[in-house]
């Protein structure tokens, strides 16, 4: 995984406050890899029903972008219970719980 120990915290403290304790947090494509450099930062919030909304989504990218340096980040939101698209069970798959 290629994020640093204060961006993982600062992750994890965004996700908490603007989602609650419940939220899932998995760090996918290139930055979940070793092997790779650069990319952007992937997330997959998986959170309560009726919490995934784009503005939710700003807030979170918001609260996150001051701690990893404004790199672009992409957060995948997916209500609990929902079915899961092509892009999140890749996600699930290869993710890196945060």
Known sequence: MRLLP???EAIRAAAREVFGPTARILLFGSRA???LKGGDIDL???VEPGQASIANEQRLRDRI???VEDLRTDVTLHERGAAFTPLER???RDGVPL
């Open 44 to 46: 997959f919030v998986e």
């Open 33 to 35: 890899r070793d092997d």
């Open 6 to 8: 204060r961006e993982v």
């Open 65 to 67: 972008a001051p701690a």
């Open 90 to 92: 890749i996600a699930l």
